[in-house]
């Protein structure tokens, strides 16, 4: 088992950047697939990037392709997601997801959640 902790959500004007962190406690980090999904008010959850195990893999959902990117460190536990340009359509509670068998877009394979960090895009 592995417990998630996010952090590094802010109010940011639209075109400026955040990193936010996971950071993982239990189980060996490298044994999980990880990606970030976010929630709007209102909206279902939505997929915004996966890394595999070793981090030599990462998928991007099309909406932030070019502005966000995954990465990991294995040796620290963490997870982080650089979101540069950001636009207030990417508002949104952004949440880690771990897995020991899957990484991708789908939130339901998911076997564990952080309790998520608010980002605040103004225009």
């Known amino acids: 088992q592995v417990q998630l902790v996010e952090s590094g959500g802010g109010l940011v004007q639209a075109g400026g950047s955040l990193r936010l962190s996971c950071v993982a406690s239990g189980r060996t980090f490298s044994s999980y697939g990880m990606a970030w999904f976010r929630q709007a008010p209102g909206k279902e959850r939505e997929f915004v990037a996966a890394i595999s195990w070793s981090g030599g893999n990462t998928y991007y959902a099309d909406s932030v392709k070019g502005r966000f990117t995954i990465s990991r460190d294995n040796a620290k536990s963490t997870m982080y997601l650089q979101m540069n340009s950001l636009k207030p359509e990417d508002t949104a509670v952004y949440y880690c997801?771990?897995?020991?068998?899957?990484?991708?877009?789908?939130?339901?394979?998911?076997?564990?959640w952080g309790q998520g960090t608010q980002v605040t895009v103004s225009s």
């Open positions: 997801a771990a897995d020991t068998r899957y990484y991708g877009f789908n939130y339901r394979e998911y076997d564990y």
